[in-house]
């Protein structure tokens, strides 16, 4: 699949590190660090503009790497981008850590996966079916 994408950062695009790759690694694009406090989130560009088709969304979801070895992770995960959003890609960070973690321009941030979706229409109805996990959840089926 072709996406359309305007890149005004001076990065190389996102693209998958290894053949099974799911997600692209997408890069900070700033004029300065930016310094996160402990708990404290911001908004990261990315200097991305991209045209994705009907049908697909794109995710942004944190990097594995930052979020065990620093605690920075994704605020909203997974963000979602739709179709129609003409923005630049932009990225919730948080630091969960007790410590400031800084971000400087072309650092790896988060990763964005391209995914296919579809519209649901509801159907309003007096029952559903029964299940045999019924109204179970929140941990219902224990530990073990």
């Excluded at 519209?119 to 045999?132: F, N």
């Amino acid at each position: 699949m072709k996406i359309k994408v305007i890149n005004t950062s001076n990065h190389s695009l996102p693209s998958y590190e290894t053949i099974a790759s799911a997600g692209m690694d997408v890069k900070a694009f700033l004029e300065n660090p930016v310094v996160l406090a402990p708990f404290e989130r911001k908004l990261i560009p990315t200097g991305l503009y991209i045209e994705l088709p009907i049908g697909y969304e794109a995710q942004i979801r944190p990097r594995s790497g930052l979020a065990i070895k620093s605690g920075i992770t994704v605020l909203n995960t997974p963000g979602t981008i739709d179709a129609d959003y003409r923005g630049e890609v932009k990225v919730i960070i948080i630091n969960m850590s007790n410590e400031n973690f800084t971000i400087h321009n072309g650092d790896r941030i988060a990763q964005m996966i391209v995914s296919k979706h579809e519209q649901a229409e509801w159907e309003e109805v007096e029952s559903l079916t029964d299940t045999e996990r019924g109204e179970g959840g929140f941990g219902h089926t224990g530990k073990k």
